[in-house]
């Protein structure tokens, strides 16, 4: 995995890039057809509809549960979207502040093939962003993804901003 | 659930923007109020939902109280983050790998 440690939009968060060999519209496919979809992240019953509502049978490190979802943007092939009210966020959240939003963005490549850009953002972490401004606050929180990284396998950079950035 | 207490706490634009003058420094509530537009007793209630949420910690000298931000309190979001940015690379590669068995 390369890590880039250029800063990040201020709403993006979670950013996965990569090429990949196989067109837009198969890579489509893979994203919204139920089966296909199943086979890499979860058991769903997806509708590339805008206002569909579908859900995802959470597991393993998903965590238990169901995620619930809406369409919010289909363009074949190229952009989907989708609200991410997660498992964990079912119980204790009436108001929803744990929502986030998934974001495929599909483009095709000189030689046929996809770059895929997946952003996972939404409220809480635009919070962070919104906290993590104040610089004293990026200095603490530095302090602590540090001491953290130290207890866990390092997975990713952590750019000076407080936002996070990485390729897959 | 501590997580949601967290961004419930920072959910509200004035909260936030209380607990971002707090990160500069160390204030007391009068002279937190200064930068804004509504009362003592309002500034209270805003710190109080980020004391009870774990964001704020208040240290008290004599007769006067000092808020100041607990970074520690931010984990849940780290959390957030941390378990989707350990999440979706992974999938990533399984996609890849589903798009190669793949019909064309």
């Given at each position: 995995m390369n890590h880039e440690t250029e800063p990040n939009d201020a709403t993006e968060f979670v950013i996965v890039e990569c090429e990949l060999a196989e067109p837009p519209a198969k890579v489509w496919r893979a994203l919204t057809e139920p089966t296909l979809l199943a086979s890499w992240l979860m058991p769903n019953d997806i509708r590339?509809?805008?206002?569909a509502r579908f859900t995802f049978q959470a597991e393993g490190d998903a965590g238990g549960g169901v995620i619930a979802c809406e369409v919010l943007a289909a363009e074949p092939p190229h952009l989907l979207r989708y609200s991410w009210h997660g498992a964990d966020a079912n119980r204790d959240d009436p108001d929803r502040v744990l929502d986030s939003v998934v974001t495929f963005v599909l483009t095709e490549t000189a030689n046929g093939g996809t770059h895929l850009r997946l952003v996972h953002d939404g409220f809480p972490i635009g919070a962070l962003q919104s906290v993590a401004s104040a610089t004293a606050t990026v200095a603490s929180l530095e302090v602590e993804r540090a001491r953290r990284r130290d207890r866990r396998s390092p997975v990713a950079n952590v750019p000076a901003q407080g936002g996070l950035r990485w390729v897959a | 659930m501590i997580e949601a207490e967290v961004f419930r706490a920072l959910a509200d634009p004035t909260r936030r923007a209380v607990y971002e003058r707090l990160a500069g420094r160390e204030m007391t509530v009068s002279e937190l109020k200064?930068?804004?537009?509504?009362s003592q007793p309002a500034i209270s209630q805003h710190l109080a939902a980020l004391r009870g949420a774990g964001l704020v910690r208040e240290r008290r000298q004599g007769r006067h109280a000092y808020y100041h931000i607990d970074p520690r309190g931010l984990a849940p979001l780290l959390d957030w983050i941390d378990r989707y940015r350990a999440f979706w690379p992974k999938r990533i590669e399984k996609l890849k790998d589903v798009l190669k068995g793949m019909d064309p």
């Amino acid at each position: 995995m390369n890590h880039e440690t250029e800063p990040n939009d201020a709403t993006e968060f979670v950013i996965v890039e990569c090429e990949l060999a196989e067109p837009p519209a198969k890579v489509w496919r893979a994203l919204t057809e139920p089966t296909l979809l199943a086979s890499w992240l979860m058991p769903n019953d997806i509708r590339p509809d805008v206002g569909a509502r579908f859900t995802f049978q959470a597991e393993g490190d998903a965590g238990g549960g169901v995620i619930a979802c809406e369409v919010l943007a289909a363009e074949p092939p190229h952009l989907l979207r989708y609200s991410w009210h997660g498992a964990d966020a079912n119980r204790d959240d009436p108001d929803r502040v744990l929502d986030s939003v998934v974001t495929f963005v599909l483009t095709e490549t000189a030689n046929g093939g996809t770059h895929l850009r997946l952003v996972h953002d939404g409220f809480p972490i635009g919070a962070l962003q919104s906290v993590a401004s104040a610089t004293a606050t990026v200095a603490s929180l530095e302090v602590e993804r540090a001491r953290r990284r130290d207890r866990r396998s390092p997975v990713a950079n952590v750019p000076a901003q407080g936002g996070l950035r990485w390729v897959a | 659930m501590i997580e949601a207490e967290v961004f419930r706490a920072l959910a509200d634009p004035t909260r936030r923007a209380v607990y971002e003058r707090l990160a500069g420094r160390e204030m007391t509530v009068s002279e937190l109020k200064s930068g804004f537009a509504i009362s003592q007793p309002a500034i209270s209630q805003h710190l109080a939902a980020l004391r009870g949420a774990g964001l704020v910690r208040e240290r008290r000298q004599g007769r006067h109280a000092y808020y100041h931000i607990d970074p520690r309190g931010l984990a849940p979001l780290l959390d957030w983050i941390d378990r989707y940015r350990a999440f979706w690379p992974k999938r990533i590669e399984k996609l890849k790998d589903v798009l190669k068995g793949m019909d064309p």
